[in-house]
């Protein structure tokens, strides 16, 4: 059963925009903090933010910080990531997870997984 499904990745300039959704199941996104995160090639999937349960509070790490914005829709069991000035440094599979209790920058902490949307940003 897919409990997440990522949508929005593409191909965009340096300096651009792209809104990344993910719709989860009932049962991946109630009482769950969300995140995501990305995987270039060669590389380790890295965390690249969070969310809380309620949606109160965020978590970034420094290398997107101030450029990607994560939201959650609570009703419609969905959660975003706005991302802005866009370099070429971000370009990955990016994906959705899901977990239950409190969030975690752990890859390993995540219960849910979505299969993941190619972002690539062009110099």
């Known amino acids: 059963q897919v409990e997440l499904v990522e949508s929005g990745g593409g191909l965009v300039q340096a300096g651009g925009s792209l809104r990344l959704s993910c719709a989860a199941s009932r049962r991946a996104f109630i009482g769950s903090a969300m995140g995501w995160f990305r995987q270039a090639p060669g590389k380790e999937r890295e965390f690249v933010a969070a969310?809380?349960?309620?949606?109160?509070?965020?978590f970034y790490p420094d290398s997107v910080k101030g450029r990607f914005t994560i939201s959650r829709d609570n009703a419609e069991n969905t959660v975003y990531l706005q991302m802005d000035s866009l370099k070429p440094e971000d370009t990955a599979v990016y994906y959705c997870?899901?977990?239950?209790?409190?969030?975690?920058?752990?890859?390993?902490?995540?219960?849910?997984w979505g299969q993941g949307t190619q972002v690539t940003v062009s110099s």
């Open positions: 969310i809380s349960r309620s949606g109160s509070s965020a």
């Open positions: 997870a899901a977990k239950k209790t409190g969030y975690s920058v752990d890859v390993g902490a995540y219960d849910y």
